[in-house]
């Protein structure tokens, strides 16, 4: 499986962030894995690591939609204003327990996003973005 070096995991639900971070970690896919609860922050983390250590950017972010204060599709307005030459080597997936049939297509036609899947994170996801996207 290919191992990344960051990963961003962007979900209100705290046991949530655990549950992923243990799937990662055991199925060795990061070196680093950074949960964030709130979108705003998360936002702010990546605007810190583009003015100070774009190098350190993530390679994969895992986006829930609904979450309180702003949302998935909030943030990805956001995450557009971030320079293209960082965006452009990071996966956006959306992670998510949506399905509402229209967020699920609406994400999927987001140039931004390179799949969505349903909660939860499990080691089949990780092995089918492996193979499908580790060499983008």
């Not at 983390?45 to 309180?68: H, Q």
């Not at 229209?102 to 349903?118: G, P, Q, W």
Request: negative net charge.
């Amino acid at each position: 499986m290919a191992k990344y070096q960051k990963v961003f995991l962007i979900d209100d639900d705290e046991i949530h962030n655990f549950l992923c971070e243990s799937v990662i970690r055991s199925q060795q896919f990061a070196t680093n894995v950074c949960s964030y609860l709130w979108a705003e922050e998360a936002l702010e983390a990546l605007g810190t690591l583009v003015k100070e250590n774009p190098e350190e950017f993530p390679e994969i972010i895992f986006l829930d939609i609904n979450m309180p204060g702003m949302d998935g599709w909030e943030f990805i307005e956001e995450y557009r204003k971030l320079p293209l030459e960082l965006t452009q080597k990071c996966l956006l997936f959306v992670l998510s327990s949506a399905v509402d049939k229209n967020d699920i297509t609406h994400a999927k036609n987001l140039s931004e996003v390179n799949d969505f899947f349903s909660k939860p994170l499990t080691s089949d996801i990780l092995h089918i973005i492996s193979e499908q996207y580790s060499t983008l």
